[in-house]
């Protein structure tokens, strides 16, 4: 590797990795798009987030041999007007404990009552409601791709009873079982907690709608730490109101930052996280780009491949 560009807002926590790793490489790094519409030209690896790249190659700079994109999600790049003749590949393997951690962090919050027993604090009162257990809850994992199936393994020593949700019908560790999204209205009605981990594809907007919310146990919490188009918003505040689901924690928005206008803020049974669910770790991402790199190098499929006929 002769040259490499990054484009990203945590630029410089990559330029001394890449120095250590590769000392007689040419770097160009940044996180603004004009300083390196230039250069973009002469470095066929390009490693960044999805909506810069897109924007440099709007900019009609020659097209890379090969992006490294450091979020899972890859949608800006599958724009109609942009070039699919390189190799994209997602992040892969570097957010599943983070990921994990998010999703556990609600569940148990709400099992043991956390925000009910602050709130009881602020007025003094003694809260006699006894907490919950994870043990024995049944979770659906809708998304269970490579994140999805990571999170899968770290909620298992919890004693919950994990199913998935996929393209197709599935036998994959450590589900239970692995249904087709085109059953995902059976699968919603005996779960507990329902963890939405999908991209952004045609295929999946617009999933979570008023038919899918009805079919959700009362007292069942929703978490969508996926995307803000598979839910139909007006339709999820309506199901909340009725207690189908009973608890929403949403990290993903169809804009964002949210519009203050945006009914969400005044659902009282809804819970918003900036979309921090799975923050990116340079370290980590930066330890795949070298995995994929050798392969590259190789003509090797990459980690997380992504295939421009399906999006993802």
């Not at 942009?82 to 990921?99: E, N």
């Not at 393209?167 to 994959?172: G, I, K, P, Q």
């Not at 795949?288 to 006929?309: C, M």
């Amino acid at each position: 590797m002769n040259k490499l560009l990054i484009i990203d807002k945590d630029y410089p926590a990559y330029i001394p990795l890449v120095e250590k790793k590769y000392p007689d490489c040419q770097l160009f790094a940044s996180n603004e798009v004009a300083s390196l519409q230039e250069v973009a030209n002469h470095c066929d690896i390009w490693l960044g987030s999805p909506n810069q790249c897109a924007d440099l190659l709007r900019e009609g700079v020659k097209t890379p041999k090969w992006i490294q994109s450091v979020f899972a999600g890859i949608t800006p790049l599958m724009a109609k007007d942009l070039p699919k003749d390189y190799m994209l590949s997602r992040a892969v393997g570097v957010f599943d404990q983070l990921m994990a951690e998010y999703v556990l962090t609600y569940m148990l919050a709400n099992e043991r009552q956390v925000l009910q027993r602050y709130a009881a604090q602020q007025k003094q009162h003694w809260l006699l409601d006894q907490p919950t257990t994870l043990h024995g809850k049944q979770v659906l994992i809708v998304g269970a791709g490579t994140i999805g199936t990571g999170v899968a393994k770290f909620l298992k020593p919890f004693g919950v009873k994990i199913f998935g949700i996929a393209t197709t019908e599935r036998e994959l560790p450590p589900f239970e079982k692995v249904g087709a999204l085109k059953d995902l209205a059976n699968y919603v009605s005996t779960a507990d907690y329902v963890i939405s981990l999908l991209p952004d594809t045609p295929n999946t907007q617009n999933i979570f709608d008023a038919k899918i919310f009805s079919k959700m146990k009362q007292g069942s919490v929703f978490i969508n730490a996926g995307r803000g188009t598979s839910i139909v918003d007006e339709e999820l505040i309506i199901a909340l109101d009725k207690g189908h689901p009973s608890l929403a924690i949403l990290d993903v928005f169809r804009t964002e930052p949210l519009p203050a206008n945006h009914l969400f803020w005044h659902v009282p049974n809804l819970l918003i996280t900036e979309h921090t669910a799975a923050i990116g770790i340079p370290t980590l991402v930066f330890d795949l780009f070298n995995h994929n790199l050798e392969r590259f190098q190789k003509q090797q499929p990459l980690l997380g491949q992504v295939d421009f006929r399906q999006e993802y």
